[in-house]
């Protein structure tokens, strides 16, 4: 039994590996889990953003080197709960996954202050030398987005 045993969603996706992203301009931030098999989410890296196209190529690649078969992307939204241009941006993208990837299955996680809850993991944890690392806070958030899943 580990911390995200007793989650519903835990039992639900046993044994299937599951990848997050926390979509960035700039950065894509990855996690994978697969419960049941490894003790909590990990981070798994991070792609550049050079655009859509190679956002989909640097993707598949990550879901058949992984063999992924679960997909959480986290979707912004304002901390009211109101969705903002960026929220519309995001749900594009994600319907365009759905589509460009069909033997996957996907889910929507708000995403909703994951970034500053990553850098405040960072400057509270020996993990991260209590310091903010700007080269893994997607990674981290995309973490957060997974855990949050998780425990949804």
Do not use: W
Not at 32 to 47: K, Q
Not at 77 to 97: M, P, Q, R
């Amino acid at each position: 039994m580990n911390e995200f045993s007793s989650y519903p969603k835990f039992e639900e996706l046993r044994g299937l590996n599951i990848l997050s992203i926390d979509y960035g301009e700039k950065v894509i931030g990855l996690g994978f889990y697969c419960p049941g098999r490894e003790p909590f989410p990990i981070g798994a890296g991070r792609i550049i953003n050079k655009g859509i196209g190679h956002f989909y190529s640097e993707l598949a690649e990550v879901i058949e080197e992984q063999v992924v078969e679960v997909i959480v992307m986290g979707i912004p939204y304002f901390v009211d709960g109101n969705e903002s241009e960026k929220t519309k941006e995001h749900k594009a993208i994600f319907n365009a996954l759905v589509e460009k990837f069909p033997s996957v299955k996907f889910y929507q996680q708000d995403e909703t202050l994951t970034t500053k809850s990553a850098k405040e993991r960072m400057l509270n944890s020996p993990e991260y030398n209590f310091q903010f690392d700007p080269t893994k806070i997607d990674e981290l958030s995309a973490v957060i987005i997974l855990e949050d899943f998780i425990r949804s």
